[in-house]
Structures are given as C-alpha cells and as structure tokens.
C-alpha cells in the first residue's frame, strides 16, 4: 500500500500539494475556532439568553447601515470604533454582551477585541441582522 501511496503522489504531485494545503487550512481554522474565547448564537439562542439574562446588545455595523432598524436597546459602535470606545462599554464589563452586524463576519471581531480587554461572557450573534430578520424576531426603526 505505501508503494501505492509513493507512486500515487509521484504521478500526482498537484494533487498531493493540495491535499495538504487543504488538510493545513483546515487545521488553523479548527483552531482558530477552537480558541476564541467567544461563542457563536443562532438567533433563537440569543433570545433565551436575552430573555433570562442582563444582556447588552452592541451593533458594530455603520451608521448607514442601521437606517432599515436595529435590535431594541442596541447601542451602535462600528466595529472599527469599538478598541477606541471601550471605555463606553466598560460599564457592562461584567454583564453578557451580544454582539451582531449584517450577517455576522464582523462581529466575530467585535468580539476578539471585547474578550482582549477583558469581557467574559461575549457571543457573536451568527447571522447577525440579516439572520433575526429572516427568523422574524423585531427590530426598532428608532
């Protein structure tokens, strides 16, 4: 079998590049994964923690983007503002903290940077906006 194998990546070089250009690209991102220190929540999650829990909600999309409604009580910092306002934030230090944008990419570094100053209790709402909509939970035009 190993002289399969041998002959296989020696008739297939491309191929066997690949494979292992995937399979280490797919380590990282486990990895990656496995050690943030903040959890992804489908909106139906992120309702029963809000509905038994002290949770702020943070919009980091921009100001333009929240013309068509936002989370009631959401407070908006665009993401690229949030390591420079965090002292806006340090009032809820010790409460859950909801993070969310249009469809959930830009959260996930809302929170690296929340879980880097210190917040512990911090979720990524996957799917972000777009995702509560879709699943027909309210938004606030205000």
Known sequence: MLDQLTEFAG??????????????????NEMKIA??????LTP?????????EDVVLLDVREPSETVGGKIAKAIQIPVGAVAK???????????TMLVYCKTGARSGLACKELSKQGFD???SLKGGITA?????LPISKK
């Open 132 to 136: 509560w909509q879709e699943a027909h």
């Open 35 to 40: 050690t943030q220190r903040f959890a992804s």
């Open 121 to 123: 209790k911090v979720y």
């Open 44 to 52: 139906s999650a992120a309702v029963q923690i809000m509905n038994n």
């Open 11 to 28: 008739n297939h070089p491309y191929l066997v590049i690949a494979f292992v250009v995937l399979l280490a690209l797919t380590f990282f």
């Open 85 to 95: 306002r965090i002292s806006e934030l340090e009032k809820h230090k010790n409460k």
